[in-house]
């Protein structure tokens, strides 16, 4: 069977918490050059994107977007659903950054959604954003990406997730227009179809500690005071501070919120190094 999708391998080398932004995490996908060169054949000319704006279906063409924050919407263009015996698992997903909760259809969109909450960059996310509907090779066709992300100066990063890289040859299709169409908008695009394991991972355990956290006994700034000595073992970090049961859940709080540093791409333990720095998130 011939593959319309390519998993290209994650980068290597360190992850450093502080610094991560969505690139140093994903495996991207690959389209195949015989969809991406079927679709750039094709005129965006009649293609446009469907949002939802208080209620009303908002339609923009393709060629009239403009570099920029999207029109502001009240929600997904599509519903989120629950019944017995689907095969996805949707949920709604909360995010530290936005104050609010996101759905998601999947497993794989709720962990795109807990990495985006992490790493730099990220100012406003909306799940199903718009419908795309276009025309490629006589065939009028339509997807709802999965993500769209608003970083802190208006730039838009719209993403989908398709796992592994699965998917039929319409699939395809539909993701290489997202991509021309995003780039024609003047925005970014990635197909995301998996991720760096360890450092994903170490990113999950974080997450059990990103809510606000009470620190009557001032742990906080004892750790920070320590580590700023240099580098030190997790351990041992926790330690200089006479309660270490207590600091590490504070460790992981300062970790997620960047007021600390390790190397997401080594399992998280007591053996690992901590690094201080200087600022925070």
Known sequence: MESWLRVEPSATGPVWSHLVVLGDMVAPCVIAQEIEAEVAAASVRGWSTRWSAAGAEVVIPVSAHAPGPPPPTTGPVRQFSWRPGQRHRPGLGYSTLTGRLHGFESLAERRLLLVLDFVAGAGEILSQPFTLRFTVSGHRMEHVPDFAVIDDGGSVLVVDVRPGGRGQRADAVKFAATARATTAAGWAYVLVAGWRPRAVETVE????????????LGCQELLLAAAEAGPMRLAQL???????????????HLLWYRRLAVDLDDVLGDASWVHPVRGGR
């Open 205 to 216: 355990v974080l997450a059990g500690r990103r809510r606000a956290m009470q620190d009557p």
């Open 238 to 252: 926790a330690a200089t501070t006479g309660m270490p049961a207590v600091a590490r859940a504070h460790l992981l």
